[in-house]
């Protein structure tokens, strides 16, 4: 990367990147990236981490809002927050602080479904178990065994454009994590019980919990080896001319 300081009608120095290069492993990691569900026992690099998160806070955002904030949460913290959640998960429903989108049109129920399906097919879980279906939904809660355990919150009222603002920066950090040779996955489930979030990480009432990002060294299961289907580009994207 071509990087040069420059001083500006403003005269304040300012950095520009030269962009006319190709970005070589950009590609890469968009296509290889998918969601991990089972993570080895090995700890990350305090030094990965801080790079995948220094990086990942270039992330764009409205006006340059940046309205998230990263709580990392590893070893005892880590397994102290996975008991509580599960205990919560195994006595109450969920309580999103962002609303969960309650119902969906036909054409995306049927692709959620057919995921789930699919998921639930490599994890060798039986469409009519439930109670297998029930205990790999808790698996959430104990971050698929990963190492790591992020969590999102932000002092923004839930608004479409900070959930953008916020995606933008969760695929900036999934994207870094395979730039590092991890796995991770993004969870709406760890903002399912707030109140347990904030009591754990001793967070102000207003600072909302919207959700997480588990990440660790994936192990090489075919659950972590399944790559999900997108829909054609013919099919959702139009061009005009
Ligand atoms: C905002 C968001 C929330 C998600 N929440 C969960 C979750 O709670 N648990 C989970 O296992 N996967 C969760 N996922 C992962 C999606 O199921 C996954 O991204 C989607 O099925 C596409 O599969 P891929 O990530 O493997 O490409 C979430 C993804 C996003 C973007």
Known sequence: MNTEKKATAQSTEEIFID????????IDAIQSRHSIRNFLDRPVEPEK?????ENALRAPSWKNAQPWKVHVVTGQARDRMSAALKEAALNGTPHPETPWLESYPANIKKRMFDLGMRVYGVAGIERKDKEARDRFMLRNFEFFDAPVALFITSTLETNFFVGIDIGCFLESLMLLCRHHGLGSCPQAALGAFPEVVKAQLSLPQDERVICGLSLGYPDNTDLNRFHSPRESLDSLVQFYS
């Open 19 to 26: 962009v006319s290069t190709e970005a070589k492993s950009v």
């Open 49 to 53: 981490l801080q790079s995948i998160l």
